[in-house]
T-cell receptor, first 113, second 113 residues
């Protein structure tokens, strides 16, 4: 059974700092991995989708990496801003049934001015 | 540019009452999902659909029913609401399997008293 873990559960940093969020998964036979952002009281917004054949995917100040063999992904946020404060979730399709996504519980990021 | 729209956004029910949550997407997506999000539990899949006229059980289907009579709509029903069903419900859709980008609605906050 695919399980996704995100550590830490919460992170507080000063504005301008570069930071890394971690995601690990137990079954490395994945099609892809997605990173989402969730603002309080809102739905999830897709940030990056990184395919299993890719090592990295970039969008603006965000960079996601994927290491299937070790079951890990990282989301790098450069020059963090208070507007980056949100909960970040990663998700992977389940093993043998790619209709469904399995989510981590998220990392709540606070960027202090 | 509607994307995924959920109706209603908020609802309070009494124990034993019934209701239907509506999810509509205008992206011609085949796959649609209903999740619930609870503190400390993360996102859990209730039911999903891989196309018009099809539905399947997810991780926590008990107490819920779904229907996908039209490709663009996915309905989640609670026949006899219980306090344990107090949660935030999210609908999502994707073009094909979970190896394509998922788009989420803004959520329905349901309280059962």
């Amino acid at each position: 059974k695919q399980e996704v873990t995100q550590i830490p559960a919460a992170l507080s940093v000063p504005e301008g700092e570069n930071l890394v969020l971690n995601c690990s998964f137990t079954d490395s036979a994945i099609y892809n991995l997605q990173w989402f952002r969730q603002d309080p009281g809102k739905g999830l917004t897709s940030l990056l989708l990184i395919q299993s054949s890719q090592r990295e995917q970039t969008s603006g100040r965000l960079n996601a990496s994927l290491d299937k063999s070790s079951g890990r992904s990282t989301l790098y946020i450069a020059a963090s801003q208070p507007g980056d404060s949100a909960t970040y979730l990663c998700a992977v399709p389940t093993q043998g049934g790619s209709e469904k996504l399995v989510f981590g519980k998220g990392t709540k990021l606070t960027v202090n001015p | 540019n509607a994307g995924v729209t959920q109706t209603p956004k908020f609802r309070v029910l009494k124990t034993g009452q019934s209701m239907t949550l509506l999810c509509a997407q205008d992206m011609n997506h085949e796959y649609m999902y209903w999740y619930r999000q609870d503190p400390g539990m993360g996102l859990r899949l209730i039911h999903y659909s891989v196309g018009e006229g099809t539905t399947a059980k997810g991780e926590v289907p008990d107490g819920y029913n779904v229907s996908r009579l039209k490709k663009q709509n996915f309905l989640l029903g609670l026949e006899s609401a219980a306090p344990s069903q107090t949660s935030v419900y999210f609908c999502a859709s994707s073009y094909q399997r979970a190896n394509t980008e998922a788009f989420f609605g803004q959520g329905t906050r349901l309280t059962v008293v």
